[in-house]
């Protein structure tokens, strides 16, 4: 055995320690040990692509060296590893990106709380990628469900709190419901690592027994999963959580841990069910329905707020009906059209988020519309970064969300009954997308009137004033151009990805 | 900084220009999206038409700007984005696949974006607002039908006859004519086809080197210019031709000739009435485009060649009333032909070109839009050509009634009034004058132009 | 190459657009640099110049001229026929005759320069008119035409003579627009626009869509129709021809309105051909619209008392017995259309003169102020009886030998119901005609009791008006009294084209 | 699937119930306290149905207390083991919401959702 397969196993122990170790260091400190376990393990996990895309085949890591069907099991493909680096890479550039708010909104006292979450919900997002085990996944599962709400509720007001409680209990709806459908799976098949059943499944739906247990089981999870990744309609907490928590956490929150579950439901698609059975089931019909739904109406939500960071939340249930959209296609391409915008939208909804951010900075904490007007000329690379993003959420070529734009509706042109409403949907949304975000876009290049609000609570911010806002914008800027101009790589790494997974 | 400008905008287009004579035969692929969709660059005739068209027109445009922006601020942001939209311009014409002028197109709706909203008024603000959820409404229906190309088609090339394999369309050839339509409708959105029409009066808040060029040239053209490439060059004509799609489309082409002439006549506003001209000039191109012969393929770009011209022409006569009295409606310019006698010469001149006077431009691609259609024998193209006659008139009413209150103010008019108005300085004449020439050339020596375009 | 057509086209045109070139500096720059005198010395030089080259042309045999192609391979092409070469000597007399009147006319007006400008550059458009070869030259002559006689219509530049111009400038663009339509189509079915007699339709490719290309020949007649003001585009004559001074309206109904019959004659003579149209929906109804024209017309002028816009209310009318005749599709009737075409134009021509005089010489416009002229201005009044009998078609005047034709054509045509209707709305309209024309006589010479409060000195005009007028009221005359070779003339003409 | 066949399996049908009941009250209960009751009683009835497919009849619990026994006299431990997990995680999400529930109570004396919701609004936060 390599010395790099410990790698996953490392990282994940690492970020879970390092959690109780910020616990007795102070907040500076805490910041300085997370920075570094995001980047060792961020290290690591590009070591392990290398390997892995070395090797060409995934590799098994057996936890304590015991083999299934006793052991826990580790397992790493492509996929699973550029996963991991990738959301480290967010998650660096998230945290740095919302330094600044971070001193500014948490209580002295309470700075190493904050980091002690990041640190869990790495380990945990790192342990939904990574882990074999069905049981396992769902343990980490309620673990970044918890640091989840740690960092929404830690900018303490009454916003917080209510967005943070509302969280949890759409949340825990989603996690029982994933759990009872783990426990149909189990009393099924007998197994928990998901290689094993796997193979279980495929010899119930060989032999046609069980038939409808196991539906019911793939039903329960992917409703689970759906709750807790805010698929339309389970989208009511996002927008406040989203929203009102301070801009690091809003960053991750979008674009982590909602993609972690994503991920999880990927992989339960093709690791523990077998995508064959799943698109004979009805199941990804009811998912493709409502990520339809959501791409429309989320948009609508989106163009009634008046509200900045609402708004790019309720952008994400648009977005993250796409994603259910390309799943509920039922085809490989359509599952690689779908990681693919987990990756695109993660880069841009961070950047989006941190760049607003920037744009309020610079209009005396305002995040309203009329209070930001001219914001674009105040804080000059926020503005720029807001309508890369925008340009990108609305799919203009060059940026990233053009590149998944594509590869959806290309899987779509082929299929028969799917491809009207899903090309019409995307042209809808893309529509929908280019008003809202369009609309923010030229108001924050719109002079404010003199003597207004606007005009009096702005102040002009030099990019030196925020180094890590600035760093972090500067890199999801490239990072979003590199999405979106030299895609090929990494599609070809998704597919390649998907293929290790059978 | 004007001189680099102008210095800069003349050397590209002596390169398009050396480029356009000695064409290679070779493309060339800038970078690669995915698998086989590339950014890649080819010269044929119709693309060197267009390439050819913006690159005489843009330095000549610049020249103009350079005076009309002292009056407007933030010259240097103006010069940025009119420079940009060159580029892009030409990135269109010259586009060998229908993912790189898609690519281009989207740009190009964002660059003249921050032009329009130029004077970051209320008004401007709005109509940016306006324009860019047209434009980008307008692409996401374009974009299914690239789309479709890629999926059905051989290559994404651009090859004249299409590229569609029969053999994947299959039984779906209603589908693919329903897709024909959008995209048709997403890529005319850019050329004001009815419904689609209101963003172009708005967009004329913007300032005149901008309304000329792009709204009533570059930008509108691409849109025309997309459609004749999905059209001729991605579907081919021959799925289309005599089918429901052709139908629609046709239609709705016939109606935004009528229609864009009649809220042109009555408008008030000089610039919102060239721009609801350039409505209907704009079908006119379509309605070539639409008739789905090669006749009417040449037609069409010998259109929007000429109209280009002509439209350009008349904003800038418009553009130096504006900069020398500020003066914006119709009703304001008694007797403006003898303080302002050369913009108001070029003027007279566009008008009768516009209305389709033998022997100006504007009649020769009338014509030959006009024999194509009764050479398409379908009857729907005859009622196109009655529009074509119809709006013609309505143009000669529209620009005439200008023409004959700026010469002919009625005798109780005051001439002192408008005593202190006189013409502008060569920067703003020269282009005109230019403009007047080549009008007068086209119109009397069209054979070499049309041959070239009929042999495309 | 032929010089001559060259010279007879460009020579008029270039004279003209010197002279408003000069008119058009001379207004921005504001000061005068051509005196009047020098002026008028310029235009009769270039004025006789021109006609007379024009005569020379048009006589001297046969003759075509192809400049560069304006679309393709459809060249700008002159060739002198019978029918141009009449058009040519109509035009050259009126614009003779108009000239040394208007010399004396424009001097109340004002703005010469502009005037005589565009006379001379009008002249030099409807002689291209007359000569083209084909229907794009003609077309292309057309609305030169239209556009340079429209600044005539507002010459005195007040917002009256505005609105009539535009609205002369739209009727006139609406119907070449519709001539453009038809020529377009036509340009498909036939084998070339070259004028021919008879007609250049490939029947072969006309096979299946006779529908559509006749609606198109209509639609031709239509267009063209509203130049020669026949219903419904006809009300811009009445419109346009009182603003107007007198000499411009003299030739706006005299030779323009004719101009609107050459284009329909060539079109469906020499293009589509008579056999095409013949005992089609087309016949009928462009009968029925020429007849209710010539109804109409004069029911109109007869209740119209302005004497200019009586006048042409009787241009409308007039004009619509020349396109019956065409109409009829008959050689007689074509051979009346023609020669009420000549003697119309003089009449008409002679009318709006003598119309002018009455404004000139005393601001009268209203035929009730006219009375007693006989006293005042007799020579101009036995003019106007000697016009109006001539258009009433009394003989011996030319106007009798031209209805005959017509009458005679309808009588023969053997179409049902109109070879009795049309010369029984002939003759019905000569009533009016006598109706609304000869009151003016009556009273002129017998004012009667209110004779007594005016002042009835004898106040002849000078005699540059007055000899024009005498020449056009022989002219009139003499087209009754020795016809025969006019008659010959068109007669050929109509054999041509009708065989 | 006929009544025999529910009465036979009576057990799992009761933690079905009860999982419902939990759910229900879950998301609709207005309080957060009766939320909460609503998660441990959605909890405890997955923990019922998960014990149940472990449990086989006339098995000791698999707790070595004299020397292991063959294979046979246990039960399976995985359930077991698995449910004691679940309780973990449950007890410790229960601890959080409740400490949550404390917090919002301090700031708005009330336990119902809707109303906080009510008074955020009026806070125009």
Redesign the interface.
């Known amino acids: 055995m390599d010395f790099v397969q410990n790698f996953p196993f490392m990282s994940i122990i690492l970020s879970l320690f390092s959690g109780p170790l910020s616990s007795i260091l102070s907040g500076k400190w805490a910041k300085r040990v997370n920075t570094a376990v995001i980047v060792i393990i961020g290290i690591m996990s590009a070591c392990v692509l290398g390997y892995v895309t070395g090797t060409g085949e995934e590799f098994i890591y057996y936890m304590g060296h015991f083999p299934a069907p006793w052991g826990n099991e580790i397992r790493v493909g492509e996929l699973e590893a550029f996963m991991a680096l990738f959301f480290c890479a967010i998650m660096l550039l998230s945290m740095l990106g919302g330094t600044k708010e971070r001193l500014t909104q948490i209580e002295d006292s309470k700075q190493n709380l904050y980091y002690i979450m990041v640190n869990l919900l790495l380990c945990s997002l790192l342990a939904l990628i990574y882990t074999n085990d069905l ?1 396992t996944a ?2 980490f599962v ?1 673990i970044n ?2 640091s989840a ?1 740690g960092l929404i ?1 830690i900018r303490q ?3 917080t ?2 967005a ?3 969280y ?2 759409m949340s ?2 989603g996690s ?2 994933l ?2 459908g783990i ?1 149909f799976l ?2 099924v098949t007998g197994h ?1 690592l998901m290689s094993n059943i796997q193979q279980q499944v495929q010899l119930l739906a060989a032999s046609g027994e069980y038939h409808i247990p196991l539906l019911v089981a793939l039903g329960l999870m992917s409703v689970g999963l759906a709750i807790k990744s805010a698929l339309y309609p389970f989208h009511s907490w996002l927008p406040d959580a989203y929203g ?1 928590s301070t801009v690091s956490s809003a960053a991750i929150l979008s674009s982590l841990v909602s993609k972690g579950y994503i991920f999880l439901l990927i992989k339960i698609f093709y690791r523990v069910i077998g995508f064959e059975i799943v698109c004979d089931s009805k199941v990804i019909h009811v998912l493709y329905v409502f990520g339809i739904m959501g791409m429309i109406m989320g948009s609508v939500n989106a163009i009634q707020e008046n509200n900045i960071r609402r708004m790019i939340a309720f952008s994400s249930v648009a977005q993250i009906g796409y994603i259910y959209m390309g799943l509920g296609l039922g085809t490989e391409a359509g599952v690689v059209a779908s990681v693919y915008h987990v990756l695109s939208h993660a880069a841009t909804k961070s950047l989006l988020f941190v760049a607003a951010s920037g744009l309020t900075d610079a209009s005396g904490g305002k995040v309203r519309f009329e209070d930001l007007q001219g914001a674009g000329y105040r804080h000059r690379l926020a503005g720029i970064a807001f309508t890369v993003g925008s ?1 990108s959420m ?5 940026f990233s969300g053009f ?1 998944s ?3 959806f ?2 899987e ?3 299929h028969n009954h799917k ?2 409403p899903t ?2 949907a ?3 949304s ?2 929908l997308n ?2 809202y975000f ?2 923010t876009v ?1 108001t924050i ?3 404010a009137p003199k003597d207004t609000e606007a005009d009096r609570q702005g102040r002009n911010i030099a990019m030196a004033e925020q180094p890590g806002k600035s760093v972090a914008l500067i890199c999801f800027i490239i990072l979003n151009l590199m999405l979106g ?4 790589p990494i ?1 070809h790494l998704i597919q390649n990805g998907l293929e290790m997974f059978y | 900084m004007c001189v680099f400008i102008e210095i800069c905008a003349l050397v590209n287009s002596m390169l398009v220009f050396l480029l356009l004579r000695n064409p290679p035969a070779e493309t060339l692929t800038v970078f690669r999206f995915t698998g086989n969709l590339s950014v890649t660059f080819r010269i044929d005739g119709m693309g060197s038409l267009f390439a050819g068209m913006a690159a005489f027109l843009w330095p000549l445009a610049l020249l103009y700007s350079f005076e009309y922006m002292k009056h407007e601020q933030n010259e240097k942001s103006f010069f940025l984005f009119y420079v940009i939209t060159y580029g892009i311009t030409l990135g269109i014409a010259l586009a060998e696949n229908i993912l790189t002028m898609y690519f281009f197109f989207e740009m190009l709706s964002m660059v003249t974006l921050p032009l329009i909203m130029h004077s970051r008024t209320r008004e401007a603000i709005l109509a940016s607002r306006s324009y860019l959820y047209y434009m980008l409404g307008g692409a996401a229906f374009a974009f299914i039908g690239m789309i479709f190309i890629l999926t059905y088609g051989t290559t994404s090339s651009f090859v004249m006859g299409g590229v569609l394999d029969p053999g994947k369309i299959g039984d779906k050839t209603n589908l693919l004519l329903f897709i024909y339509v959008l995209c048709f409708c997403g890529f005319s959105v850019k050329t004001a086809m009815f419904p689609f029409s209101s963003w172009l009066p708005k967009a004329g808040v913007a300032p005149t080197p901008v309304t000329a060029l792009l709204h009533a040239v570059a930008v509108v053209n691409t849109g025309a210019f997309a459609a004749m490439r999905v059209t001729y060059f991605s579907f081919g004509t021959e799925l289309l031709r005599g089918t429901w799609a052709q139908n629609v489309v046709m239609t709705l082409v016939i109606i935004t000739i009528v229609y864009g002439c009649s809220r042109a006549l009555k408008e008030t506003h000089i610039k919102r009435r060239l721009a609801w001209s350039t409505v209907g000039n704009l079908s006119y191109i379509l309605f070539g485009v639409v008739l789905m012969t090669p006749l009417g393929l040449a037609g069409g770009m010998a259109h929007m060649l000429f109209h280009s011209f002509m439209k350009i022409c008349s904003f800038f006569c418009a553009g130096a009333v504006i900069y020398q009295t500020g003066r914006n409606y119709v009703h304001e310019l008694n007797g403006f032909g003898w303080k302002m006698p050369k913009v108001f010469v070029c003027f007279t001149v566009t008008a009768f070109a516009l209305t389709g006077v033998p022997g100006l431009c504007g009649f020769v691609s009338k014509w030959n839009l006009c024999k194509a259609a009764v050479a398409s024998e379908n009857p729907l193209a005859y009622a196109g050509v009655a529009a074509l006659m119809i709006s013609a008139l309505l143009t000669a009413i529209y620009m005439l009634t200008i023409v004959v209150r700026a010469f002919f103010p009625g005798r109780d008019f005051d001439c002192e009034t408008i005593s202190d108005v006189r013409d502008p300085n060569w920067l703003m004449i020269l282009p005109l004058v230019v403009f007047v020439i080549v009008m007068f050339c086209f119109g009397l020596h069209s054979g070499p132009v049309i041959r070239f375009l009929q042999g495309n | 190459m032929d010089i001559w057509m060259m010279l007879s086209v460009a020579l008029p045109s270039a004279a003209g657009i010197i002279l408003l070139a000069v008119s058009f500096l001379e207004h921005v720059r504001g000061k005068e640099k051509v005196s009047v005198k020098g002026l008028y010395v310029y235009t009769a030089a270039a004025l006789i110049l021109s006609v007379a080259l024009a005569l020379y042309t048009a006589w001297s045999g046969e003759r075509s001229l192809t400049l560069f192609t304006l679309l393709d391979q459809i060249p700008v092409f002159f060739r002198i026929d019978d029918l141009g070469r009449m058009f040519v000597t109509i035009v050259g007399i009126a614009w003779l005759l108009t000239g040394v009147y208007s010399f004396v006319y424009m001097k109340r007006e004002g703005g010469e320069k502009r005037f005589f400008g565009l006379y001379l550059l009008l002249f030099g458009v409807l002689t291209g008119l007359a000569f083209s070869g084909n229907l794009i030259t003609m077309y292309l002559f057309y609305e030169m035409m239209t556009l340079v006689s429209m600044p005539m219509v507002l010459h005195n530049g007040s917002r009256e003579a505005v609105m009539a111009s535009l609205k002369y400038l739209f009727y006139s663009l609406c119907g070449a627009y519709g001539g453009l339509f038809g020529i377009v189509f036509l340009y498909r079915y036939c084998d070339s626009l070259t004028f021919r007699p008879g007609g250049t339709l490939n029947m072969a490719v006309v096979q299946g869509h006779e529908g559509i290309l006749l609606a198109a020949v209509f639609v031709m007649i239509l267009g063209f129709g509203a130049k020669a003001g026949m219903f419904p585009l006809h009300s811009w004559l009445p419109t346009a021809h009182p603003v107007a001074p007198s000499p411009a309206s003299a030739l706006l109904s005299g030779t323009i309105v004719k101009f609107g019959v050459l284009a329909m004659i060539r079109t469906v003579y020499y293009i589509v051909g008579p056999a095409f149209v013949r005992d089609t929906w087309v016949q009928h109804t462009w009968m029925t619209l020429t007849l209710l024209t010539v109804f109409m017309g004069s029911m109109l002028a007869y209740r119209e008392p302005v004497l200019k816009k009586r006048l042409a209310y009787s241009t409308v009318s007039q004009v619509s017995y020349i396109l019956f005749g065409l109409s009829l599709l008959t050689p007689d009737a074509m051979t009346g259309a023609l020669l009420h075409t000549a003697v119309h134009a003089f009449v008409k021509c002679g009318l709006f003169l003598t119309a002018g005089v009455f404004l000139h010489r005393f601001g009268y416009t209203r035929v009730d102020q006219l009375t007693g002229m006989g006293k005042k201005v007799p020579g101009i009044l036995w003019c106007y009886t000697i016009f109006a009998l001539a258009l009433i078609g009394i003989p011996p005047t030319g106007g009798f030998l031209s209805k005959w034709y017509l009458a005679e054509g309808a009588l023969s045509s053997g179409i049902p119901v109109f070879s009795w209707l049309g010369p029984v709305a002939l003759l019905v309209s000569a009533l009016l005609t006598a109706g609304y024309l000869l009151p003016v006589t009556i009273k002129g010479f017998f004012p009667g009791e209110e004779a007594v409060s005016l002042d009835l000195s004898k106040e002849e005009p000078s005699p540059c008006m007055l000899i024009p007028l005498v020449i056009l009221a022989a002219l009139a005359l003499f087209l009754g009294i020795l016809p025969n070779p006019l008659i010959r003339y068109v007669g050929e003409i109509a054999g041509a084209v009708l065989s | 699937m006929n009544l025999t066949n529910l009465m036979n399996n009576y057990v799992e049908a009761v933690a079905m119930i009860l999982f419902g009941i939990g759910f229900t009250n879950l998301l609709l209960q207005k309080n957060l306290i009766k939320k909460i009751v609503g998660l441990n009683i959605m909890d405890t009835a997955t923990y019922l149905f998960l014990a149940l497919k472990g449990y086989i009849d006339g098995r000791k619990a698999p707790v070595v207390v004299d020397g292991v026994q063959s294979v046979e006299t246990y039960i399976n431990p995985i359930p077991s083991g698995l449910v004691l997990t679940g309780i973990v995680v449950s007890v410790s999400v229960t601890a959080l919401m409740l400490s949550l529930t404390i917090r919002l109570y301090r700031r708005y004396h009330t336990l119902d959702l809707d109303e906080i919701s009510t008074l955020l609004r009026k806070e125009g936060k």
């Not at chain 1, 609305?394 to 060059?398: D, F, I, T």
């Not at chain 1, 101009?485 to 090929?488: A, H, I, Q, R």
């Open positions: 049981f769902y343990v309620e469900t918890i709400c509720m007001n009454g916003r709190f209510e943070a409680i509302r949890m209990i825990l709806l029982g419901l759990l009872l426990c189990y009393s928990l009102y340009l609305v799919g203009l070529p060059m590149i734009k594509l590869l509706s290309q779509a042109v082929g491809m009207l090309l019409i995307l042209a809808v893309t529509v280019a008003v369009m609309k030229i290049y719109m002079p101009l030299s895609s090929e599609i």
